[in-house]
Nanobody, 126 residues
Framework: VQLVESGGGLVQAGDSLRLSCTGSGRPFTNLGMAWFRQASGKEREFVAGMIWSSTASSTIYADSVDGHFTISRDKAENTVYLQMNSLKPEDTGVYYC??????????????????WGKGTLVTVSA
């Protein structure tokens, strides 16, 4: 599985960005996908995740982004998006897309996620 993120950049506080993650290499039928971020000098943290079955999907968010970030999926394009609104300087970091089983996503942890992109940098200036 290859995951490629795009959409990062330098923005001002209050602006919006949309990150994209396109996967290839295998179907994501039994995998969920999630976004994580890592600020300089800090551990990688869960941002948002999505799990799905043949009939429904669920989204999970970190408390710090709930209400101003939205994760969505284009199944046909094998792409997951992260719409980030009302960005704050503390949202600055490298954002990684990951694919893996449902349990780590439900637990909001990077441990157990199987596939990772290389990351895209988001910088929010005050």
């Amino acid at each position: 599985v290859q995951l490629v993120e795009s959409g990062g950049g330098l923005v001002q506080a209050g602006d919006s960005l949309r990150l994209s993650c396109t996967g290839s290499g295998r179907p994501f039928t039994n995998l969920g996908m999630a976004w994580f971020r890592q600020a300089s000098g800090k551990e990688r943290e869960f941002v948002a995740g999505m799990i799905w079955s043949s009939t429904a999907s669920s989204t999970i968010y970190a408390d710090s982004v709930d209400g101003h970030f939205t994760i969505s999926r284009d199944k046909a394009e094998n792409t997951v998006y992260l719409q980030m609104n009302s960005l704050k300087p503390e949202d600055t970091g490298v954002y990684y897309c990951a694919a893996g089983p449902q349990i780590p996503i439900l637990r909001k942890t990077h441990e157990g996620m199987e596939y990772w992109g290389k990351g895209t940098l988001v910088t929010v200036s005050a």
